[in-house]
């Protein structure tokens, strides 16, 4: 009898199993980094203490939820699965129209802690988390992407490849872990139509869900093996034009070094618009820029459908509003945090611009996405002149990154927008990167838990 051929997910658990280099530590350990930050700065919102609130009612345990003690795993997964992505600052990747970090980094985070694991161990385990999250969610394909949020998605099947990476499975029970993670995953777009925060609870729930399925595995549970390719699997129901191929695809290197970074408090689908027009206004005078008749802003369909908001009333509406975003460029500056806020929704100097912002499709755009986030930016003044700037890719992308010193300033940044003393968040960002170099866990561990 012929053996029946090796299913997806037990050729991605095979892939998983091959030893992390230097290189791709130091890696996880910036966007370690990153994600502290992104999630330091969410400990000022409603949600952060909604979800403190529950957690704290919950018994101590072993995981540090962050600003509120130890706690058990899933008790502290459902706060700092959660606060990553709160602001709209956390990674992405392109290919996969995703965000791995906040989903994976906080299951590799309380793993390790439980498990006692060192340094070493916890980066390892953030870029095998990465690495499944990718390779499944640019398998998705856009259809999926249109009703489906793959960060929920693909990301389960990260966070169970995390975990069973501290927990040292071998292949055949993380193709297990990720076969259960993927029979209850996903996450429906409809809360992007209403003023809700649902889209951070669904990366907890993937986290949590992950977390569990690779329990599950270390203790024998069997999952389904054809889970994303099977007949009633997850291609099959969510996504008619999946690429299976690209779930085990090679690669040269851990796919983590294709991870974006955000520099700027909004929509990553923003992002090509807020860069295109900062070139564009680089040596304009400030007189000039009261001449400034009407924006012109040209992108690819997704940003538009994601970002066309002419009227936002909330935070959540301003960093997924290509108006608000590039109207707040004309009346402050260069983007900040302060940006984008409740009020700045009502300044009628912003006001004023969101007016002038004009929106169109550029179909070479859609055509490149999601390979390449881009937009171009046409400034159309008073005397006739008309600037413009476009942007291919945009800035924190592989193409244009940011550097490390960069992305801990955007890290202390956002640790003191959360309240989070410099006296705090410069030790605390400093133990993570020496973990690439085999730094204490321990120490870090001890710090994240004087964060209140």
Known sequence: MTPAAASLTEQLAQRLQRPVDDAARQRAALLLVDWLGCALAALRYPLARQLRGIVQAQPAGAVVALGTGRRSVADALLLNGALGN????DDVHRGAILHPGPVVIPVALAVAQVEGADAHALLDAVVRGYEATIRVGRALGR???RYWHPTSTAGAFGAAAAAASVLRLPADAVADALGNAGSRTGGLWQMRHEPVPTKSL???????SGWLAAQLALAGVRGPRRILEGEQGLFAATALDAMPDKVVAEEADWLIHSTSLKPWPACRHAHPAIDAMLDALEGLALADIAQIQHVQVRTYAEALRFCDRAQPQTELDAKFSLQHALASIL???RPQLAHYTDESCSDEDVAHWRERVHLAEDTACSERFPAHYGATVVLHLADGRQLEAARTDACGDPECP?????????????AQWGGVSAGLAQPLFGQVRALSD????DALNTI?????
């Open 202 to 208: 669904h990366n907890a729930e993937a986290a949590r």
């Open 438 to 441: 085999g730094g204490s866990l």
């Open 143 to 145: 259809g999926h992407y």
């Open 448 to 452: 994240l838990a004087r964060v209140s």
């Open 331 to 333: 009346a402050y500056g």
């Open 402 to 414: 940011m550097s490390a010193d960069e992305v801990i300033a955007k890290a202390l940044a956002l």
């Open 86 to 89: 709160v602001l709209e600052m």
